[in-house]
C-alpha cells in the first residue's frame, strides 16, 4: 500500500501561503522530499525509530515512510514529528493520520521547541530519549548570535551551532543510535569557512559522510518559495567507518540526477586542518599536493592598499619615494607588467611619504600574487601572478599575496600550480563564489617544496597555454 503524496503535496501548498520563508519555514516539495527519503539505507531491522524535528506539514516523514513501507513491508516504524508552531500542527497531524493508514505505522506530532525543550535544563521531551535509527529533517536557517539560547542549550554537548540548522543537525546527530543515519537538506554554507569549523569538527568526530546531493542550479530545489540559496542533502552514518562517498548532482532540465562516488579523502582532505566538506567532481583527480602554504612557510596576506581611502597616495606619475602599485590589471599571463597602460588606467605608483604609507608596502622581494576577484570571462577562478624586483612594493586590496619567496624556481612552481586546470577544480569543491579569499588560499592543498622547484627549474614566470600547464603539474608529479 502506497502513501497518496499528493494529498500531503496539497496540504504543504495551501500552508505555504502563510508562512514567510524568511523564517525558515519553508516546506519541502514532493519531489525533493522523495529525493532526500532516497538518501537513507533502511536499517535490517523489526522496527525502525524515525525522527522529523520541525517536521512543518510533514512532507519529508510521508516520504520517509512510503520508502519504509515499498522496501520493508513487514518492518514497523515509530515516527516521531517535533513542530514548534502550533499553526502546522493540525496539518502536520492530518499526514500523520494519512501515513499511519499504512498499517504497522506509529506517529506521534509533538508540539515543542525542539532545541530548547529537547535539551539543556529544561528538557521536557521524553519520547526523544531513546535513540533513533534514522533522522530526516529541513530544518529551519537562522544565525544564532554566540548567547542565543538555542546556541547556549547545545553547548553542553560539545559543539558551536552558529546557525540554527546546524543545532538541528547537531542534536539530530547526537540522538542516532551507533551506524543510525541523518540525511538533512541543508545551506551549504557549513562546509566551508572558519564560522562552521567547530561545528564540522564536531560533526566529523562524531559521523561520517556517506551521500552528498548537489544542485547545479540554486533554483531548483524549492523553486516553488522562491528561494534562492545553495542547498545540499547529506546523509551522515554515526560512528560508521570512512568509506567512499555517494554524490549526486541534480542537473538544470535533467529530472535524473548524475550519480559518482568519490574517496572519503577527496571530500575531507587528511590534511586540512579546517576540515572542509569538498564535493569533488567526477574525475575526482589524484593531485601530488598534500602540503598547505604554512607548510612550506609562506604566509597569505590580502594587498593593503585600499585605494579609495588612500586617494592622495595612489598617484599617476612617480614621485621621489613612490613604489610601484600593483593591481589584478597588472597581470599579464603569469607575471606582472609594471607600470602598465590598462584599459581602466590605475595609479600606477604609491606614495611611501609617511608611517601610514609605508605600513601599506612589502619589502623588496619574490612573491605569487593571486587576484580576488575573477572575471566571469575567466576560465579559472584563481589567477596568478609573479611580483619580482628589486625595491619595495605596495599591492592593491584587490590581491592577495604570497611570500616573500626566495627561490625563483619555487615561485614558478606554486604559480604553475595556482594557475592549473587541477587546483581551480579543487578550488570549485568547496567554493561556489568568484571570489578568492586569503583564508581559501591558506587552505588549499599545495605540492611540497621539491615538486615545486622542479616544476618551476628552468623555466621562466611567464605562463605557457593551460594544456601544457596542466600537463606539467600531472605528468611531472
Ligand atoms: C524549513 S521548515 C521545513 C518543514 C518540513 N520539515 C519540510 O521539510 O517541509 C522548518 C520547520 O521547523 C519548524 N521549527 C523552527 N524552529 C523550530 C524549533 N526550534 N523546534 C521545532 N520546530 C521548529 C518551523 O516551524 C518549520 O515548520
Not at 562524531?206 to 545553495?230: A, P
Amino acid at each position: 500500500m502506497s502513501l497518496d503524496l499528493t494529498l500531503v503535496d496539497q496540504r504543504r501548498i495551501s500552508m505555504a501561503g502563510n508562512f514567510a520563508p524568511e523564517a525558515g519555514q519553508v516546506f519541502t516539495p514532493r519531489e525533493a522530499a522523495s529525493l532526500v527519503a532516497s538518501m537513507l539505507d533502511l536499517p535490517k531491522v523489526d522496527r525502525i525509530r524515525v525522527l522529523d524535528p520541525g517536521a512543518g506539514t510533514g512532507s519529508l516523514s510521508a516520504a520517509l515512510v512510503n520508502k519504509i513501507r515499498h522496501q520493508v513491508p513487514s518492518t514497523t516504524v515509530d515516527l516521531v514529528a517535533v513542530e514548534r508552531d502550533g499553526r502546522l500542527v493540525p496539518a502536520l497531524e492530518e499526514t500523520l493520520q494519512e501515513i499511519e493508514s499504512l498499517g504497522q505505522v506509529n506517529t506521534s506530532a509533538i508540539e515543542a521547541d525542539y532545541l530548547l525543550d529537547g535539551v539543556g535544563l529544561t528538557a521536557e521531551l521524553g519520547a526523544l530519549e531513546d535513540p533513533f535509527d534514522l533522522v530526516i529533517m529541513n530544518p529551519p536557517y537562522a544565525k544564532l548570535a554566540a548567547n542565543a539560547p538555542e546556541r547556549l542549550a547545545l553547548r553542553p554537548l560539545g559543539v558551536e551551532a552558529p546557525n540554527l540548522y546546524a543545532a538541528f543537525m547537531a542534536l539530530g546527530l547526537s540522538q542516532l543510535r551507533a551506524s543510525g543515519q541523518l540525511v538533512a537538506i541543508v545551506p551549504r554554507s557549513f562546509m566551508n569557512g572558519t564560522y562552521f569549523e567547530q561545528f564540522r569538527e564536531f560533526l566529523l568526530a562524531r559521523s561520517v559522510i556517506r551521500r552528498i546531493h548537489t544542485f547545479e542550479s540554486r533554483n531548483t530545489v524549492f523553486g516553488d518559495s522562491g528561494v534562492l540559496q545553495e542547498s545540499v542533502i547529506v546523509t551522515f552514518e554515526s560512528g560508521g567507518k570512512l568509506g567512499p562517498i555517494e554524490i549526486s548532482v541534480s542537473r538544470a532540465n535533467d529530472p535524473v540526477p548524475h550519480h559518482y562516488t568519490a574517496d572519503y579523502d577527496k571530500v575531507v582532505l587528511p590534511t586540512d586542518p579546517h576540515q572542509f566538506i569538498r564535493i569533488p567532481d567526477e574525475h575526482g583527480e589524484d593531485v601530488p599536493a598534500d602540503k598547505t602554504l604554512a607548510d612550506l612557510g609562506l604566509t597569505v596576506a590580502t594587498g593593503r592598499v585600499v585605494d579609495f581611502r588612500a586617494r592622495s597616495y595612489c598617484l599617476n606619475d612617480p614621485g621621489e619615494e613612490t613604489v610601484p602599485l600593483v593591481y589584478p590589471g597588472n597581470f599579464d599571463g603569469g607575471v606582472i607588467t609594471w607600470p602598465r597602460i590598462m584599459k581602466r588606467q590605475k595609479p600606477q605608483h604609491f606614495d611611501a611619504r609617511d608611517d601610514f604609507a609605508r605600513k601599506q608596502i612589502h619589502a623588496p622581494g619574490r612573491y605569487v600574487v593571486v587576484k580576488r576577484f575573477s572575471a566571469k570571462e575567466e576560465p579559472r577562478r584563481v589567477v596568478a601572478a609573479i611580483w619580482d624586483a628589486e625595491g619595495p612594493v605596495a599591492f592593491e586590496n584587490k590581491t592577495n599575496v604570497i611570500g616573500p619567496i626566495t627561490d625563483p624556481a619555487v615561485a614558478v612552481g606554486l604559480s604553475l600550480w595556482l594557475n592549473s586546470g587541477p587546483l581551480d577544480r579543487l578550488f570549485r569543491t568547496f567554493s561556489g563564489h568568484t571570489q578568492v579569499n586569503a583564508g581559501d588560499l591558506r587552505t588549499l592543498p599545495i605540492p611540497d617544496e621539491d615538486t615545486l622547484r622542479s616544476w618551476g627549474n628552468n623555466r621562466k614566470p611567464a605562463l605557457p597555454g593551460q594544456n601544457a600547464i596542466d600537463q606539467i603539474v600531472t605528468e611531472e608529479a
